[in-house]
């Protein structure tokens, strides 16, 4: 079956601007995570959905960094006014439920902030 | 959150077994062993996890030591399409994986 997918797959922006990330979980998972990679180092946790709730936003830097999952599904990552630091790679789990453990990841959408 | 320690990088030959080393000696009763793996441009993979006994699957084996202090990802042989970033996670079910540095395999043909 279709897995995770993200768009876009690349987006460069400016300094300052507004960026929307969007995810397709695999159909059915009512977990979904969202994780941040910088160059050369692991995956950091940001975001995990339970259904449509935020069930832990700790990973969130500061108040420019918010998602959404309104239906349980597609959720959106949203970063207010761009810094050059927020340049990464966005990655997209899901998993079946809270309790499987076992999370099944996107292809990232890297972003690019001049 | 649980820490593991992982060494920076091993190399392996093709056809050639190879046994990739995880420390977690602050794990705790109810922590789970996870390995996932990330090949180049790509998002990460689930391997393998286990919380007691020796799992296989696959893909892997995960041999975990009787203290759980350890364990070890074992790839019975190895291809060029297992080179990749392997990480060892401890987690509690439903809970964020937390990433290290993770090990740098590179298998030569």
């Known amino acids: 079956g279709a897995g995770v997918s993200q768009t876009p797959s690349n987006k460069v922006t400016e300094k300052g601007k507004y960026v929307e990330l969007r995810c397709d979980p695999i159909s059915g998972h009512t977990a979904l995570y969202w994780y941040r990679q910088s160059l050369g180092q692991g995956p950091e946790f940001l975001i995990y959905f339970q259904g449509t709730g935020a069930a832990d936003d700790s990973g969130l830097p500061n108040d420019r960094f918010f998602a959404v999952r309104p239906e349980g599904s597609v959720s959106t990552l949203k970063i207010q006014r761009t810094e050059r630091g927020d340049s990464a790679v966005y990655l997209c789990?899901?998993?079946?439920?809270?309790?499987?453990?076992?999370?099944?990841f996107g292809p990232g959408t890297r972003l690019l902030v001049l | 959150d649980a820490k593991t320690t992982q060494p920076n990088s091993m190399e392996s030959n093709e056809e050639e077994p190879v046994h990739l080393p995880c420390n977690h000696s602050t794990i705790s009763g109810t922590d789970y062993i996870h390995w996932y793996r990330q090949l180049p441009s790509q998002g990460p993979e689930y391997v393998i996890h286990?919380?007691?006994s020796n799992v296989n699957n696959r893909m892997a084996s995960l041999a975990i030591a009787e203290d759980r202090k350890s364990s070890t990802l074992i790839l019975h042989r190895a291809t060029l399409r297992d080179a990749a970033v392997y990480y060892c996670i401890l987690m509690e079910y439903g809970n964020k994986l937390v990433f290290g540095a993770g090990t740098i395999l590179r298998v030569k043909s």
């Open positions: 286990g919380l007691t």
């Open positions: 789990a899901s998993s079946r439920d809270s309790t499987t453990g076992t999370q099944y």
